[in-house]
């Protein structure tokens, strides 16, 4: 999930202010650093290494395939107040220690949020439906262990909309890709991160419109 900085940036401060009982890790390696800090003495130290090593196995190749100039230098903090799953900000990740405990097969968590990081959209004037469609197809592209997580993008239904976001815009995206235009994502990519969307790029990248390709996609979905 993408979150605006001065949200993640309290929900940090707030973090601070508890004990820091989790040791602080700062692993180098291929030219990026990873420090990883947090509050719950109890976090599994094999969760721990997994989240690490899925940084490792996924950030150096989104870096590659969409943003060269992403950030060199991330942390990641796992923290025992945040009740959602994660958050990004900037070149931070938040964890939820209670999610990811519960949750310790759903690993690809990080390769969703350091999407986020590489995006580096800032205040851009695209939607937020595009931005987490993006992060869910670089999931699902990228991706170390979806299966596992029993995590994949949905079967179509008519209920969809190219808006629902996540998975539901992440499987539209994937289906241009395929279908329609190869490079669609990059593209799309590029002008959140220029702040040049508008509109009318669905149709100056594929030659339709927004409209229209939910309309053919609706009426043949396979991918």
């Not at 940036?9 to 890790?25: E, G, H, N, R, V």
């Not at 979806?146 to 993008?153: E, F, G, I, Q, T």
């Not at 949905?154 to 969809?160: G, M, N, T, V, W």
């Amino acid at each position: 999930m993408k979150t605006p900085a001065f949200i993640l940036t309290l929900l940090f401060a707030i973090a601070a202010m508890c004990s820091y009982a989790q040791k602080i890790d700062t692993i180098k390696k291929d030219g990026y650093t990873l420090t990883v800090s947090g509050n719950d003495a109890s976090f599994d130290n094999g969760l721990r290494q997994k989240l690490i090593n899925t940084f490792f196995a996924v950030y150096p190749k989104i870096a590659k395939e969409y943003n060269k100039n992403t950030s060199r230098n991330v942390s990641f903090f796992i923290d025992t107040a945040y009740k959602g799953v994660a958050a990004t900000s900037d070149d931070r990740v938040l964890f939820s220690a209670a999610y990811m405990t519960k949750h310790p097969g759903d690993i690809d968590v990080v390769t969703h949020e350091v999407m986020h990081i590489a995006q580096a959209y800032g205040q851009t004037n695209g939607p937020w439906w595009i931005t987490e469609g993006i992060a869910d197809y670089v999931r699902n592209q990228f991706g170390v262990a979806n299966p596992a997580a029993n995590w994949k993008l949905p079967d179509y239904s008519a209920k969809q909309n190219y808006d629902n976001s996540y998975r539901v815009t992440a499987r539209f995206f994937t289906w241009i890709e395929k279908k329609v235009k190869k490079g669609f994502v990059k593209k799309m990519d590029s002008l959140m991160r220029d702040h040049k969307y508008t509109d009318n790029a669905w149709k100056d990248i594929t030659g339709k419109t927004v409209t229209e390709l939910w309309a053919e996609y609706s009426a043949n979905p396979v991918i």
